[in-house]
Each structure stands twice: as structure tokens, then as C-alpha cells.
């Protein structure tokens, strides 16, 4: 059976740095991947939110397999991943290390030249989760991102959790994953985003072998978004 791939972009813009850099990752994916569906989504006006924006996009997503991806990145391994999300695997992670671009390569590359050039710090193993990652439709529906997460920080981690603990081992890619440059988003620390998502992404954590209890997690996060 062939199996349609939508990806979805949460997107809203934010300056010419990430409009340069959407603009040059749209077109590579239709250049790329012609037969495949790009949505974007774009949460409601006020602080950020990623999976509101993944919301926003779902309904005009007409895929079985979802491509859940940053508008500022990109990594030739996707094809893989959603080959062996076609073989039955729960879940994909298309990238090991992220090559993070400095601003004069990241100009370079949107003027044409291939990806590379110097970076902005040593690469390093991405976070499952975060950047991109593919999965099927049905697992999305039943193993969303937590609306709770607003801001940048902990999201992708506290639903990779999820997807672990729920769906089951992830298939991981080893090619390198690109990340075009722009300013950085405001956050608590390089690797926490605020207090609130922190104490969030405990939740998580804490729940990781446990089905029971996060699936209890997901449930709170479905009524507080609900009645929030």
C-alpha cells in the first residue's frame, strides 16, 4: 500500500532571518518531494505555542504519514524515515546530529551554495522530538503535543517522552540535520525554556515508564486546553 505524507510547518513569521529561512525550506521540500502535501500552521495570535499550531494545520493535512517539521531546518534522511514508518516502525526520528549554520554560511546557502560552511557552535545529537520528526497520523491524533508547552523550551522533549512511553522504540536516522540561522528565541536558559515548562516536562519525565500515568498526563492536558 502507498501511504500519502503530508508535512507540517508550524510557522508564524518572526523576522526576515526565519522568512528567508522558510522560504528556502518550502521550496527545497516541493523540489524535493513534489508529490508530498506542506501545510503550515499557525497557532492563534499571542505567545507562541507549538502544538496549537500543529492544530491549526491537522485538519488540511490529508497524509497518513505526518512529517512534523521546523520551518528552519532540514535533513535528507526524511525519505528513510517515512520508508520505514511504511514498514510498520511507531514512530521515526530522520537526523542524529544537528549542524547548527553561522549566520555567514546560513547567507550563503539562501544565495544558493550547498549546505555547510562554518557553524555557529560543534554539533551535537539532537533531541528526539524536536527538528523533525514523522510518525503515523493515527499515532498523532492519539499522542499530540501538549498545548500546556507555550514559549520555546521542552515541548519536542515532553512528547518524544510520550511517544515512547506510548508508542514504543523510535527508529533513528544518522543523517546530519541543518539548522539555518536566526536570532534565538527568549528562554530561561539555553536548555530550559521557563519555569512553567520545566516543572511541565517533570510531568513527563516522571511518567516515562509508566503507560498508566501518562496517559493520565496526556488527559490533563487535553482538559486543561479544553476548558482553558
Given amino acids: 500500500m502507498t ?11 518572526d523576522g526576515a532571518e526565519r ?44 497524509g497518513d504519514v505526518l512529517v512534523l517539521a521546523d520551518a528552519d531546518v532540514w535533513c535528507e534522511g526524511v525519505l528513510q524515515a517515512v520508508t520505514v514508518i511504511a514498514e510498520g516502525a511507531p514512530w521515526a526520528i530522520p537526523h542524529h546530529r544537528v549542524y547548527r549554520l553561522a549566520p555567514e554560511s ?9 549546505l555547510g560552511g562554518p557553524l555557529a557552535q560543534r554539533a551535537y545529537p539532537g533531541f528526539a522530538g524536536g527538528g523533525m520528526t514523522v510518525l503515523p497520523r493515527a499515532t498523532y491524533e492519539r499522542i499530540p503535543l501538549d498545548a500546556r508547552f507555550t514559549g520555546w523550551g521542552q ?9 515512547a ?10 543523517a546530519p540535520m541543518w539548522h539555518l540561522w536566526h536570532p534565538p528565541q527568549p528562554r530561561l536558559t539555553r536548555r530550559w ?12 519525565h516522571r511518567a516515562r515508564l509508566d503507560p498508566h ?12 486546553v479544553s476548558h482553558g
Wanted: a negative charge; glycine letters at 8%; one cysteine or more.
Fill in 3 to 13: 501511504l500519502t505524507v503530508s508535512v507540517i510547518v508550524p510557522w508564524r513569521p
Fill in 19 to 62: 522568512e528567508a529561512a522558510w522560504a528556502w525550506a518550502r521550496a527545497r521540500w516541493h523540489e524535493r518531494f513534489p508529490g508530498w502535501q506542506i501545510v503550515t500552521g499557525t497557532p492563534p495570535d499571542g505567545v507562541w505555542c507549538k502544538a496549537a499550531a500543529v492544530a491549526a494545520a491537522l485538519p488540511d493535512a490529508t
Fill in 106 to 114: 546560513t547567507r550563503t546557502v539562501l544565495e544558493g551554495a550547498p
Fill in 155 to 163: 515541548e519536542d522533549e515532553a512528547w518524544a517522552i510520550a511517544l
Fill in 165 to 174: 512511553c506510548l508508542a514504543g522504540t523510535p527508529w533513528r536516522g544518522t
Fill in 193 to 204: 525554556g521557563s519555569d512553567e515548562s520545566l516543572a511541565l516536562w517533570e510531568l513527563y
Fill in 213 to 224: 500515568a501518562m496517559r493520565a498526563v496526556l488527559a490533563g492536558a487535553t482538559r486543561e
